[in-house]
């Protein structure tokens, strides 16, 4: 066990927001319960709809930027809170909150990163071309670093703030896979956590076809880069 042991006082919960006034309030609710209204939640949020409103009568900080894609939204999620632990989620519900403390647990167990694995379980509520293509990314992103590896684009994640730090993170689309591959191929200690992942409240805005060809693009260039470093 590491010397410093972190509680959910030393926790941010970031995410980015957009339009997601069908679920923002019960994630947020549920993050409340889950850390005793102890962890500080931060969104960026491009939204047209309350998902802004709704987040700040929780407490939460509002960063409002104009949409310019998920891992812009994401990168000043990261780097706005100053905690030694920073857990990111989506917005959209389907991430089980419940599950915060077994991420802190493992952060405290001496992990720089802990990695939600959606697809351990099957991730039946995932669509079939999505559930494939994850599928696929982790078997592209495995045969790049030589360590197997199991769901790259997991939105639900525990990160020491050195880790964010260290990294020059340079994806968009595909930031995702980029916060899981770099600590992975520079030797920071990564574990992933099975979690079980539910049907999204509201519609997704991502199309599967163009963000699933940003995402294998950027899975290629980091483990490109990372192998050449």
Not at 33 to 57: F, G, K, L, Y
Not at 65 to 74: H, N
Not at 93 to 100: A, F, G, I, S, V
Not at 161 to 181: H, K, M, Y
Request: aromatic residues 6%; charged residues 25%.
């Amino acid at each position: 066990m590491p010397d410093d042991t972190y509680t959910f006082d030393d926790v941010s919960v970031v995410m980015g927001t957009y339009n997601e006034e069908a679920a923002i309030d019960t994630v947020l609710t549920d993050i409340a319960a889950v850390t005793d209204d102890r962890a500080n939640v931060v969104c960026v949020d491009s939204s047209q709809d309350r998902t802004p409103e709704i987040a700040r009568e929780h407490g939460a900080t509002v960063v409002e930027q104009p949409p310019q894609g998920y891992g812009v939204a994401v990168h000043e999620a990261i780097t706005t809170p100053d905690r030694p632990v920073v857990v990111t989620t989506d917005c959209d519900d389907t991430y089980p909150m419940e599950r915060l403390p077994d991420f802190l647990d493992a952060i405290n167990d001496g992990y720089d990163v802990v990695s939600g694995d959606r697809l351990y379980h099957g991730a039946d509520a995932m669509p079939d071309t999505n559930r494939y293509g994850n599928i696929a990314f982790a078997l592209l992103a495995s045969l790049l670093l030589g360590e197997r590896v199991h769901d790259t684009t997991t939105g639900m994640r525990a990160y020491r703030r050195r880790v964010i730090e260290d990294i020059t993170w340079t994806e968009n689309t595909g930031l995702s896979a980029e916060l899981l591959l770099r600590p992975l191929a520079r030797g920071y200690r990564v574990r992933e956590l099975p979690i079980d992942y539910r049907e999204r409240a509201g519609e997704t805005t991502l199309d599967p076809l163009t963000g699933g060809l940003a995402i294998a693009k950027s899975i290629l260039t980091v483990g490109v880069e990372e192998r050449h470093r």
